[in-house]
């Protein structure tokens, strides 16, 4: 299996507070997690890309100031939203993809469960 | 820039029927490619995934794989209400991230 998990689920919180979302992956190795973010009715937007050990990549027009990604193990990469504004509320969602041999199906992405924002 | 196109639909079929849902790609060299059904409030999941020229099926799905067009496909036989959902077509082109489409959304009428 590859199972991602994250937490929490559902969060609400007052404008200026900052939130951390955990992704993990539960039964294997994580090469790469991204972070995405997803409005009403809209497509998935890439927001970063992390490597385990490493500074995250920003797509273009992404606060690195922030969205603070740490991604500290093979298994945990977390996504922190400082000072959030009601406009920062949205469907955050992370995906990863496998460490291992080369095949056809490398850099498939799991996604995890998604975590909603709400900040008032 | 490598780019995934599909139709936003929405696409609507009537319960039973077959929908078929398109995708082209930009980069030639892309290696495989996935098909992801999304629901509303909730996160992709994986339904199919092509890498071969050609037809692959796994129950009521099938995948189309035409390289030389750079064209995929996703066919779905019987569609049921609870195939409605947008479909996102993904194409890895050997780099990290997926290259996702936009998604279409399926709509089935009961």
């Known amino acids: 299996g590859a199972v991602v998990s994250q937490h929490p689920s559902r969060v609400i919180c007052k404008s200026g507070t900052s939130v951390k979302i955990e992704c993990r992956s539960l039964?294997?190795?994580?090469?790469?997690m991204f972070w995405y973010r997803q409005f009403p009715k809209q497509s998935l937007m890439l927001m970063a890309t992390?490597?385990?050990?490493?500074?995250?990549?920003?797509e273009q027009g992404v606060e690195k100031d922030k969205f603070l990604i740490n991604h500290a193990s093979l298994t945990l990469s977390t996504l922190t939203v400082t000072s959030a504004h009601p406009e920062d509320s949205s469907f955050y969602i992370c995906?990863?993809?496998?460490?291992?041999?080369?095949?056809?199906?490398?850099?498939?992405?799991?996604f995890g469960p998604g975590t909603r924002l709400t900040v008032l | 820039q490598k780019e995934v196109e599909q139709n936003s639909g929405p696409l609507s079929v009537p319960e039973g029927a077959i929908a078929s849902l398109n995708c082209t790609y930009s980069?030639?060299?892309?290696?495989?490619f996935f098909w992801y059904r999304q629901y509303s409030g909730k996160s992709p999941e994986l339904i199919m995934f092509?890498?071969?020229?050609g037809d692959k099926e796994d129950g009521r799905f099938t995948a189309q794989l035409n390289k030389a067009s750079q064209y995929v496909s996703l066919l779905i036989r019987d569609s049921q209400p609870s195939d409605s959902a947008t479909y996102l077509c993904?194409?890895?082109?050997?780099?990290?991230?997926?290259?996702f489409g936009k998604g279409t959304r399926l709509s089935v009428i009961a």
């Open positions: 995906s990863a993809t496998k460490a291992g041999p080369p095949t056809y199906r490398t850099n498939e992405q799991f």
């Open positions: 039964d294997f190795q994580a090469t790469t």
């Open positions: 992390s490597n385990e050990g490493s500074k995250a990549t920003y």
């Open positions: 980069d030639r060299g892309s290696q495989s």
């Open positions: 092509i890498y071969s020229n």
């Open positions: 993904a194409v890895n082109d050997g780099n990290t991230p997926l290259v």
